[in-house]
């Protein structure tokens, strides 16, 4: 994090906190059956909103300097267990661009094999006395029209994942 020093269109001075991350990846696993289409979301304690949300598999890969498709291979495998025969790049995306300086490329993964998980501690909550971020349900295979953000009672809570589901369903 960073605070910038700025002068305003009114030539007063400022500070500017800034977070600077490197690029991540988003992952919206889709499953393609006879009964329909399901998304797999895992369930995350968000220590900035002080909540466990379900969200799609995300995240980076702090101080590697791996291709954006190999992140998001490894983060659906890491958070999921899923393997996918199918990785679409959907888009780059400037996230929260009024406080933080990140770019997330966005991918569709599709042919999903499911295997073990591999979790690190990295998203775990250590503000807490227990590790929140793997109690109850961890992943959450759930009917694609749940998802949608239209509907009341919608599962996904976090904006980026939202934003992207409806971009699927635009494409559609």
């Avoid at 998304?39 to 954006?68: C, H, I, N």
């Avoid at 501690?121 to 971020?133: I, K, M, N, P, S």
């Amino acid at each position: 994090m960073r605070e910038d020093v700025i002068e305003r269109a009114n030539g007063e001075r400022g500070i500017y906190g800034v977070v600077d991350k490197e690029p991540s990846c988003l992952v919206i696993p889709l499953e393609t059956t006879a009964e329909g289409e399901f998304l797999y979301l895992v369930s995350q304690f968000r220590y900035t909103v002080a909540k466990r949300l379900m969200e799609f598999p995300q995240g980076t890969w702090e101080g590697s300097d791996a291709d954006p498709d190999t992140v998001a291979r490894g983060e659906l495998r890491e958070e999921t267990g899923l393997r996918a025969d199918h990785m679409t790049f959907l888009a780059s995306l400037q996230i929260a661009y009024g406080v933080l300086n990140q770019v997330q490329h966005i991918y569709l993964a599709e042919g999903l094999t499911q295997g073990e998980h591999e979790r690190d501690a990295h998203g775990v909550d250590r503000g807490r006395e227990r590790d929140q971020r793997y109690e109850g349900d961890e992943q959450q295979r759930t009917p694609s029209e749940q998802i949608l953000p239209q509907r009341s009672g919608s599962l996904a809570r976090d904006a980026q994942g939202i934003v992207k589901v409806v971009a699927i369903a635009a494409q559609a």
